[in-house]
């Protein structure tokens, strides 16, 4: 199994600012994805987070107001930018080794927006 | 990914076994059924998937109807840790990096009663 660490677990944050959030793997991964989940709300895909290329991106989310970086195997980052109450979720990241493994995922981090 | 459908809410005593139902009818020959439950407060974690044949692990057991139109999550002695809700998920098998992620739909509120 893999432990996934996020970093901040919480926070709070004014409107018009930015939160970056930090994702990392106890181990090397192929994929790691970033989620969202609205208060009482199920889970939506935000992005794949792609080693040494540009993050893909699912309809509705685009990369100036959620962008996303993957330095290495084990590492990801998800930044909110210019935010807005509408952005007060929890975020998820999340990891898998190959197709057709389970999906391992952090705790999440729950961002409050002012 | 092919539509699950599940009830929104389920309820059961401690001790005693819960059945989850999952409909999937348009599933596909290359569609593996995947159940994750996510715990208050805390990031999904995987609970046991299949693709035809009946599975069993140390956390609950998976009916698959021969048809594989449908799907049942066996709890064999709830406890109140069991108390999540419960996502049913279909994900091709096959293909490429397209394939890893999961869509998660509403899932089913599962009550456990002391």
């Known amino acids: 199994s893999a432990v996934i660490s996020q970093k901040p677990s919480r926070d709070i944050c004014q409107r018009g600012t930015s939160l970056t959030i930090q994702c990392q793997v106890d181990s090397q991964v192929t994929m790691m994805f970033w989620y969202r989940q609205q208060p009482g709300q199920s889970l939506t895909l935000i992005a794949t987070a792609n080693q040494g290329s540009e993050a893909t991106y699912e309809s509705g989310f685009v990369i100036d107001k959620f962008p996303i970086s993957r330095p290495n195997l084990t590492f990801s980052t998800l930044t909110v930018s210019n935010m807005s109450p509408e952005d007060s979720s929890i975020y998820l990241c999340?990891?898998?080794?190959?197709?057709?493994?389970?999906?391992?995922f952090g705790s999440g981090t729950q961002l409050s927006v002012l | 990914d092919a539509k699950t459908t599940q009830p929104n809410s389920m309820e059961s005593n401690e001790e005693e076994p819960v059945h989850l139902p999952c409909n999937h009818s348009t599933i596909s020959g290359t569609d593996y059924i995947h159940w994750y439950r996510q715990l208050p407060s805390q990031g999904p974690e995987y609970v046991i998937h299949g693709l035809t044949s009946n599975v069993n692990n140390r956390m609950a057991s998976l009916a698959i109807a021969e048809d594989r139109k449908s799907s049942t999550l066996i709890l064999h002695r709830a406890t109140l840790r069991d108390a999540a809700v419960y996502y049913c998920?279909?994900?091709?098998?096959w293909g490429g990096g397209s394939n890893y992620k999961l869509t998660f739909g509403k899932g089913t509120l599962l009550t456990v009663n002391p």
């Open positions: 998920i279909l994900r091709d098998g």
């Open positions: 999340s990891a898998i080794r190959s197709a057709n493994e389970k999906l391992f």
